[in-house]
């Protein structure tokens, strides 16, 4: 068995004995993410350009060009190409550049992407959206920099007090963060920014993680889509409220128990599944 990280083995055992056992045990509890989405928005507006540009510049082109090798390659499931074929509209090329990405990564391209929280399939999720959004609208390249910075660190502060190892689907965190982005894009306040998250959490977490694979481009379509409509509701000054199923009072009260689900809840998940596959 593993603890605390993918490569990070603890336990092996062989027809009943015993070959290896780390000593001592894995932590308990996950690290306290040093972020909030307060101080996470104050950088995304204020932080130079020159300290932050060059590795978001490379992230615009990179996961841009792996997402058009997913439309107009032979990748994965194809989602991206099966959401143009349903419509053309914004919000739909939105979900299927995300989509297309992941397809072509999933289905073995090997071109680089830039990350998010350790996955590619996240940084694909947090960037693409925002992209996408950016550049059919006509947003000024600053703003969708600072949009993307924005992006990635809520994505990260999200999975921060999960751990690495979690049945939570990743994309739901990274799904959520890109609404925000967009949010953000909009002229949206502070205060739509972090009620857009907490929108698109209380709609899709629970989503679990079977293993890297064709479906992930699925899931973060359904991720993506979550993200828009959590954006659009805090629009419209709705939302979901404190004490309605894991929405808490604050957003980091939100994002404690979304962690907590994460960590804790799905400890066993992750066990049935790892069953399941290897049935």
């Given at each position: ?12 055992e ?8 780390a ?6 509890d996950a690290p306290k993410?040093?972020l ?8 995304a507006t204020t ?10 510049r ?6 841009t ?8 390659g032979?990748w994965?499931?194809g ?7 349903s419509?053309?509209d914004?919000p ?14 999933m289905?073995?391209?090997?071109m ?8 590619g399939?996240q940084?694909l ?23 993307l910075v924005l992006s ?6 999200q999975?921060?007090g999960m751990?690495r190892?979690?049945?939570f689907c990743?994309?739901v965190c ?6 925000a982005?967009?949010t ?5 306040a ?20 079977d293993?890297?694979k064709?479906?992930c481009a699925?899931k ?14 805090a629009e419209?000054g709705?939302?979901f ?9 604050g957003i ?24 399941i596959?290897?049935?």
């Open positions: 068995s593993v603890a605390d990280r993918h490569t990070s083995l603890v336990y092996l062989s027809n009943g004995e015993v070959l290896f056992q000593e001592g045990s894995a932590s308990a993410s040093p909030t989405m307060e101080g996470i928005y104050d950088f932080a130079s350009l020159d300290d932050v540009g060059e590795v978001i490379r992230q615009i082109e990179m996961n060009r792996i997402a058009e090798e997913g439309l107009t032979e994965g499931a989602i991206g190409k099966v959401l143009l074929a419509g053309e914004l739909t090329r939105i979900k299927a550049m995300a989509a297309a990405g992941s397809d072509a990564r289905g073995g391209c090997a680089p992407v830039i990350i998010n929280a350790g996955s399939n940084g999720t947090v960037s693409l959206p925002v992209i996408t959004f950016a550049r059919e609208t006509g947003v000024p390249e600053e703003k969708l920099i600072r949009a990635n660190l809520v994505s990260i502060h999975r921060y751990g190892l979690s049945a990743g994309a990274a799904g959520a963060a890109a609404g982005g967009i953000f894009l909009k002229g949206g502070f205060e739509d920014i972090c009620q857009t998250v907490s929108n698109a959490l209380a709609i899709v977490s629970g989503i679990v993680c293993g890297a064709p479906s699925a973060i379509a359904s991720a993506v889509d979550a993200g828009l409509l959590g954006g659009r509701m419209s709705r939302g409220h404190a004490g309605e199923g894991i929405v808490s009072e980091e009260g939100t994002l404690s128990n979304v962690a907590r689900l994460g960590k804790d809840g799905m400890r066993e998940t992750d066990r049935e599944i790892i069953r596959m290897v049935e």
